[in-house]
């Protein structure tokens, strides 16, 4: 059964914009707290975002200002606006549901210089 569905995923120029979606299966999602993560090549992943049942979020120094998180509980999804994309931005990102581990299968993020 497929419990997180991430999309939104795609190659794009630095300084540009995507958002990612992340779709749960049920209404349990609306009692975990969620969170975006990103695996950079080579690298281990890390937590770029946080978001609470009530909305309040919290972010990774490195996109602090430039990436917003937000969730829409009647649709039980949760959404990743990025802006001013760097290079550095490039990975496979990730969401997770906190109170049950659930992962999604991972978007492809690609920022070309």
């Known amino acids: 059964q497929v419990r997180l569905v991430e999309s939104g995923g795609g190659l794009v120029q630095a300084g540009g914009s995507l958002t990612l979606s992340c779709k749960a299966s049920?209404?349990?999602?609306?009692?975990?707290?969620m969170g975006w993560y990103r695996q950079p090549p080579g690298k281990s992943r890390e937590l770029v975002a946080r978001?609470?049942?009530?909305?309040?979020?919290n972010y990774a120094a490195s996109v602090e200002g430039r990436f917003t998180i937000s969730r829409d509980n009647a649709k039980n999804t949760m959404y990743l606006q990025m802006s001013s994309l760097k290079p550095e931005d490039t990975a496979v990102y990730f969401c997770?549901?906190?109170?049950?581990?659930?992962w999604g299968q991972g978007t492809q993020v690609t920022v070309s210089s």
């Open positions: 997770n549901a906190e109170s049950n581990g659930f």
């Open positions: 049920g209404s349990w999602f609306a009692i975990t707290p």
């Open positions: 978001i609470s049942t009530g909305g309040s979020a």
